[in-house]
């Protein structure tokens, strides 16, 4: 059979492979402490296989198969029980099989059965992360050790859900409120494999269970919160995310109240998460979904994300200006005019960044079609915003790219208005020199006190009269450091042989 | 005395300007030249100069290095029949002559970065050659005398008669009128002194200011410029400058810009958050969930727990009580 001879062929463990089973830090099913007394050995014995079955005994097989299938084992220790964990295996593989070709097997007596197996072997409280400081995009994750079985298992019930006899009212009875929470619970796991079978899973309940979805949603929202606020670590966002992308796709209009106070309590808010990475595609792509189906969101959006955006993160603000580009694609020419003003302050400030990442995505911008043409319809109100920024960075940014960008970027605003751009050039160009001649009169001030002292200094040492003088008129310096007062000049004017002395 | 020195120098200048006025038969042969051919036609050598200012605009150079520019391209292109794929280098390098003799030496950006700047093609020898035979088919005349120079000394003239209006005309503006203008082949053909009073006569309309009008007639008058000239020079400018004002931009056409980003940059471009969701869209009925009786109490209290502030009062909402204690479960 072909249980031993697997059970044969795992017998004879290479030192390597031993090791590597340890190295790949799989976390025990926390169902099994590891050094406590174990029950009795779990035995299952094969039984016979559904297909030789005839029809009269076929259901009263697949109903024991399915109790015994919810023998658990321990995978944490992978030398035992070998056998009768290929026992399950091969039974679990025989029933996603017999599930999913067959018709008629659904009877009503099924389905608590079904949902008993299920539920014994994934709902299980998962152990704590094994390393705290995980990164999704460095670390290896921890995967789930009894995966065999576990995989087999949700894709039995992903096939059960999608079978054509399944019946939402009679499942409804097993596949409850209580159901559904411990599911929601198990998006927390490392495994991205599992994950994603309980995405599919959750998207499928919801889709066939009308009365669970207000419930569902609830409950996802919590875990947000509890995410955002509280605890700071949930794996499973991501996947939550795409299953809310497919329903907000779904949305009546005009969009319930209670929709937009998910956007704006729950979506808005994730992108001040310190995990973004990890799921801002999915959140983007929520965000955008919900402004296709109702614009006149888009400004409350766009001054919510401008409220949240990022200071000091400029991983994360490369992501928000992505995302800031995606929604432009979709915004309405009436809706842009009124949130040009903010959003274009804060692309120019990103401009400016001498993050050469969030500056370069900030000027690509101005590759986009589409948004060139908004830019066009109001260059008035923008090309001042803009200008002052470009035009400083041309001259002093770090990053040849960047300048390059920035010509183009500049040629294309000099090209929509040369009237408008002459102008603002002009008055940067005396704004500069004003600023240049101020700059230049303060230096001077300060050069010429600074030998009125070395004046006061060698008159001093020279034990000459005129160190009162001096020093009274320091002192009128001193206090009035702006002021073109004449006696101030004198004073100046007098010392300057003296003063071409010092120098 | 001022005013009579200036005049002296005006009437110095109108004698050399001819000198520099690039061959009215060369420009006549580039309007009349058809655009897909190989030679030069207007649109491609106002396209160019465009591309002169917008490189002068980002670089800061002054008015006068894009003028001298433009004056020995246009001379430059009237004496010689050169090839439209030409064009890129010649102009570049008429550009990096004039930055040369205009501006100072710590202003002069290298060839390498005007080259990558202007997204060229050429590499810095071809333009170091091609600067060579400018020069030299233009006999190192760089020091040409052009509409600027009328415009600054009409400026002066007219600020020393009326010397307690002092910013009544703005040269800052007439500069950048001028240079609108010379982005049109058509204003190359024009005598420099003409062009530039065109500019002024029209903005001293705009101001209407008599006295100035009337200083400007005595001018023209003593400079021998024909009524019929100015006339139709003036009409001219007008409408360039009509376009120029207008609040309707042109959609910038000319050739596409290249974008350059870095590596790390186009990677991100490239992961479009509109990927097309595995998961199929779940529409919601407008019947549902109002009529399932497991639900409807958790309905109304989620509806409840979504509306109130998150804040003091959203602990005991938003964890219901049947989730509570299952949490005490072991």
């Known amino acids: 059979m072909s249980a031993i001879s697997a059970a044969e062929k795992v017998d004879g463990f290479t030192r390597k492979s031993v090791r590597k089973a340890q190295r790949q830090r799989v976390q025990g099913s926390s169902q099994f402490a590891v050094?406590?007394?174990?029950?009795?050995?779990?035995?299952?014995?094969?039984?016979?296989?559904?297909?030789?079955?005839?029809?009269?005994?076929?259901?009263?097989?697949?109903?024991?198969?399915?109790?015994?299938?919810?023998?658990?084992?321990?995978?944490?220790?992978?030398?035992?029980?070998?056998?009768?964990?290929?026992?399950?295996?091969?039974?679990?593989s025989e029933l996603v099989d017999y599930v999913s070709t067959n018709r008629g097997v659904l009877v009503e007596p099924v389905y608590p059965e079904i949902t008993t197996m299920v539920c014994t072997n994934i709902f299980r409280t998962l152990p704590p992360s094994e390393n705290p400081d995980f990164d999704p995009e460095e670390d290896e994750p921890t995967l789930e050790a009894s995966w065999p079985h576990m995989q087999l298992v949700y894709e039995f019930f992903l096939r059960f859900l999608e079978n054509p006899d399944f019946q939402p009212s009679t499942a409804k009875r097993y596949i409850d409120q209580k159901f559904v929470l411990q599911l929601l619970e198990l998006f927390d796991?490392?495994?991205?494999?599992?994950?994603?079978?309980?995405?599919?899973?959750?998207?499928?309940?919801?889709?066939?269970?009308?009365?669970?979805?207000?419930?569902?949603?609830?409950?996802?929202?919590?875990?947000?919160?509890?995410?955002?606020?509280?605890?700071?670590h949930f794996n499973g966002v991501a996947e939550f995310l795409e299953i809310l992308g497919s329903i907000i796709n779904g949305f009546a209009l005009p969009l319930k109240a209670e929709h937009k106070q998910f956007l704006m309590k729950i979506l808005?808010?994730?992108?001040?998460?310190?995990?973004?990475?990890?799921f801002h595609a999915q959140l983007a792509y929520c965000v955008v979904q919900f402004l296709e189906k109702d614009p006149t969101?888009?400004?409350?959006?766009?001054?919510?994300?401008?409220?949240?955006?990022?200071?000091?993160?400029?991983?994360?603000?490369?992501?928000?200006?992505g995302e800031m580009e995606e929604i432009l694609d979709v915004i309405e020419p009436t809706q842009f005019k009124k949130i040009q003003e903010p959003l274009f302050k804060q692309i120019s400030k990103c401009v400016a960044s001498p993050h050469f990442q969030v500056a370069e995505r900030a000027l690509y911008f101005w590759n986009n079609e589409y948004i060139l043409s908004l830019i066009e319809e109001n260059n008035a109100k923008i090309l001042p915003?803009?200008?002052?920024?470009?035009?400083?960075?041309?001259?002093?940014?770090?990053?040849?790219?960047?300048?390059?960008?920035?010509?183009?970027?500049?040629?294309?605003?000099?090209?929509?208005?040369?009237?408008?751009?002459?102008?603002?050039?002009?008055?940067?160009?005396?704004?500069?020199?004003?600023?240049?001649?101020?700059?230049?009169?303060?230096?001077?001030?300060?050069?010429?006190?600074?030998?009125?002292?070395?004046?006061?200094?060698?008159?001093?040492?020279?034990?000459?009269?005129?160190?009162?003088?001096?020093?009274?008129?320091?002192n009128n310096n001193n206090n009035k450091l702006h002021d073109k007062d004449e006696n101030t000049a004198a004073a100046i004017t007098d010392r300057s042989e003296s003063d071409t002395w010092a120098e | 005395m001022e005013a009579f020195?200036?005049?002296?120098?005006?009437?110095?200048?109108?004698?050399?300007?001819?000198?520099?006025?690039?061959?009215?038969?060369?420009?006549?042969?580039?309007?009349s030249t058809q655009e897909n051919g190989n030679g030069?036609?207007?649109?491609?050598?106002?396209?160019?100069?465009?591309?002169?200012?917008?490189?002068?605009?980002?670089?800061?150079?002054?008015?006068?290095?894009?003028?001298?520019?433009?004056?020995?391209?246009d001379r430059f292109l009237a004496m010689m029949k050169v090839q439209s794929k030409y064009l890129a280098c010649i102009s570049i390098g008429c550009l990096h002559i004039a930055v040369r003799v205009t501006e100072e030496e710590c202003n002069v950006s290298s060839s390498h970065e005007l080259i990558r700047i202007s997204q060229s093609k050429f590499t810095i020898s071809d333009l170091s050659r091609m600067e060579k035979i400018i020069s030299e088919k233009l006999n190192f005349q760089f020091k040409a005398v052009t509409a600027l120079t009328f415009l600054h000394l009409y400026h002066a003239i007219a600020l020393s008669h009326t010397s307690n209006r002092k910013d009544v005309l703005n040269l800052d503006k007439l500069e950048a009128q001028l240079k609108a203008c010379l982005c049109r082949i058509v204003f190359s053909k024009a005598k420099p002194s003409v062009l530039a009073l065109s500019l002024l006569m029209l903005e001293i309309e705009a101001l209407q200011s008599a006295d100035l009008l009337e200083i400007f007639h005595r001018i023209q008058t003593h400079l021998k410029i024909s009524k019929a000239d100015l006339a139709h020079w003036r009409g001219l400018v007008n409408q360039c400058m009509r376009e120029y004002s207008s609040p309707e931009c042109a959609k910038p056409d000319n050739k596409k810009l290249v974008w350059i980003v870095s590596r790390r940059t186009a990677q991100n471009l490239h992961s479009s958050y509109r990927c097309i969701p595995e998961l199929p869209t779940i529409?919601?009925?407008?019947?549902?969930?109002?009529?399932?009786?497991?639900?409807?109490?958790?309905?109304?209290?989620?509806?409840?727990?979504?509306?109130?502030?998150?804040?003091?009062?959203?602990?005991?909402?938003?964890?219901?009580?049947?989730?509570?204690?299952?949490?005490?479960?072991?």
Not at chain 1, 54 to 65: D, I, N, V
Not at chain 1, 203 to 208: A, L, T, V
Not at chain 1, 304 to 321: A, I, N, R
Not at chain 2, 50 to 65: K, M, R, V
Request: with cysteine; net charge neutral; proline share 3%.
């Open chain 1, 268 to 278: 808005i808010p994730l992108h001040t998460a310190k995990g973004l990475a990890l």
């Open chain 1, 189 to 232: 796991s490392e495994d991205p494999r599992e994950r994603e079978f309980l995405k599919t899973i959750l998207h499928r309940i919801y889709g066939k269970f009308l009365g669970l979805r207000a419930f569902i949603r609830k409950q996802i929202n919590n875990l947000f919160l509890r995410y955002l606020y509280e605890t700071e």
């Open chain 2, 283 to 330: 529409p919601e009925g407008a019947w549902d969930e109002s009529e399932s009786e497991d639900s409807s109490e958790d309905l109304s209290s989620g509806e409840e727990s979504l509306s109130s502030s998150l804040g003091s009062d959203a602990g005991g909402l938003y964890f219901p009580s049947n989730f509570r204690s299952r949490a005490c479960r072991p």
């Open chain 2, 40 to 73: 030069v036609s207007a649109k491609c050598r106002d396209a160019r100069v465009e591309d002169l200012l917008s490189l002068t605009n980002f670089f800061g150079y002054s008015t006068q290095t894009f003028v001298l520019a433009v004056n020995l391209l």
């Open chain 1, 35 to 92: 050094n406590s007394s174990r029950p009795a050995a779990p035995e299952i014995s094969a039984l016979p296989q559904l297909k030789d079955a005839s029809s009269t005994e076929q259901h009263a097989l697949f109903m024991q198969k399915l109790q015994q299938c919810c023998v658990i084992f321990d995978f944490y220790d992978t030398v035992t029980d070998l056998k009768y964990k290929e026992t399950k295996r091969a039974t679990l």
């Open chain 1, 297 to 321: 969101l888009t400004e409350v959006v766009v001054r919510g994300l401008l409220k949240f955006w990022p200071k000091t993160c400029s991983q994360k603000e490369v992501m928000f200006l």
């Open chain 2, 5 to 31: 020195k200036l005049m002296k120098e005006l009437k110095s200048n109108l004698e050399l300007e001819v000198h520099y006025l690039p061959k009215e038969t060369g420009l006549s042969l580039i309007e």
């Open chain 1, 385 to 474: 915003i803009m200008f002052g920024n470009l035009y400083r960075i041309s001259k002093e940014h770090w990053n040849p790219t960047i300048v390059a960008l920035v010509y183009n970027v500049l040629k294309t605003l000099m090209e929509m208005n040369s009237k408008l751009f002459d102008e603002l050039t002009a008055s940067y160009k005396s704004d500069r020199q004003r600023e240049k001649k101020k700059e230049q009169e303060r230096e001077e001030l300060w050069r010429k006190l600074d030998e009125l002292r070395l004046q006061e200094t060698s008159a001093i040492q020279n034990n000459r009269h005129e160190m009162q003088f001096t020093y009274s008129n320091k």
